[in-house]
C-alpha cells in the first residue's frame, strides 16, 4: 500500500496568515492525489482534486501543488472557517490510503 | 444536488456482523460512477473500507478483504456494506461517499453524514 504522510500534523495560525500543508507519499502517484477539509462531527469535504484542480464552490484562496511524491496544500489568506483538519488522499493504486491528517487551529 | 444518508445499528455485538446501507439521492447508482464506503475511527484519521462500480464490480482494501462485502440495490437506489467478526477495533464513524473516476482511479465528491457504529457487548 502507499503511504501517505502529511506535516505538521498540527500547528496553529492567525485569521489572515498564509499557510501550507505538505503530502508525501511513499512512491510516486502522479497526480492522483485529492485533499479534504473536516471540520469537527461533520464529514470530510473535497477541496481539491488532480493535485491542483480546485472542487467546485470551494473558495480561490485554497490552492494544490505538486506531482510524483511532494504535494503542498496553500490556503492564501486564512480565513476563521477554515481553521479544521485536512487530510490528503491518493487514489493512484488501490487500497486508497488517506494521509494521518493535519489539524489547523487559531492562535 | 446528490446526497448520500447512512442507516443502520448504531451498536453490534463482538464477532457479529455489521451492516450498513447508504441511500442516494438527487443521482441514479444505474447512471454510473463508483460508490465507497470509509470509515473514522473516534479520534483517528480516515481508512477506505471499499468501492463497487454501478455494475457490481467491487474493490477492497486488503487489510478488511476477508470480512467485507459491498452489493449495490439499484432498484432501491442504494447500496451497503457487511463487516463480519467484528471487534472493538471496528468501532468507527463510518461514511458513504460517491467516487468520481479519473480514469478508473478514484476520489470521493459527495460524502454522507457518517453514522456512528460502537462494537460493544
Known amino acids: 500500500a502507499i503511504r501517505m504522510t502529511q506535516s505538521p500534523s498540527s500547528f496553529s495560525a492567525s485569521t489572515g496568515d498564509r499557510v501550507t500543508i505538505t503530502c508525501r507519499a511513499s512512491?510516486?502517484?502522479?497526480?492522483?492525489l485529492a485533499w479534504y477539509q473536516q471540520k469537527p462531527g461533520k464529514a470530510p469535504k473535497l477541496l481539491i482534486y488532480?493535485?491542483?484542480t480546485l472542487q467546485s464552490g470551494v473558495p480561490s484562496r485554497f490552492s494544490g501543488s505538486g506531482s510524483g511524491t511532494d504535494f503542498t496544500l496553500t490556503i492564501s489568506c486564512l480565513q476563521s472557517e477554515d481553521f479544521a483538519t485536512y487530510y490528503c488522499?491518493?487514489?493512484?493504486?488501490?487500497?486508497?490510503?488517506f494521509g494521518q491528517g493535519t489539524k489547523l487551529e487559531i492562535k | 444536488q446528490v446526497q448520500l444518508q447512512e442507516s443502520g445499528p448504531g451498536l453490534v455485538k463482538p464477532s457479529e456482523t455489521l451492516s450498513l446501507t447508504c441511500a442516494v439521492s438527487?443521482?441514479?447508482?444505474?447512471?454510473?460512477?463508483?460508490w465507497g464506503w470509509i470509515r473514522q475511527p473516534p479520534g483517528k484519521g480516515l481508512e477506505w473500507i471499499g468501492s463497487?462500480?454501478?455494475?457490481?464490480?467491487?474493490y477492497y482494501n486488503p487489510s478488511l478483504k476477508s470480512r467485507v462485502t459491498i452489493s449495490v440495490d439499484t432498484s432501491k437506489n442504494q447500496f451497503s456494506l457487511k463487516l463480519s467478526s467484528v471487534t472493538a477495533a471496528d468501532t468507527a464513524v463510518y461514511y458513504c461517499?460517491?467516487?468520481?473516476?479519473?480514469?478508473?482511479?478514484?476520489?470521493?465528491?459527495?460524502w454522507g453524514q457518517g453514522t456512528l457504529v460502537t462494537v460493544s457487548s
Open positions: 488522499q491518493q487514489y493512484y493504486s488501490y487500497p486508497l490510503t
Open positions: 461517499a460517491r467516487g468520481f473516476a479519473a480514469a478508473g482511479r478514484i476520489y470521493f465528491d459527495y
Open positions: 463497487i462500480y454501478h455494475s457490481g464490480s467491487t
Open positions: 512512491q510516486g502517484i502522479s497526480s492522483y
Open positions: 488532480a493535485a491542483s
Open positions: 438527487g443521482y441514479s447508482i444505474s447512471s454510473g460512477y463508483y
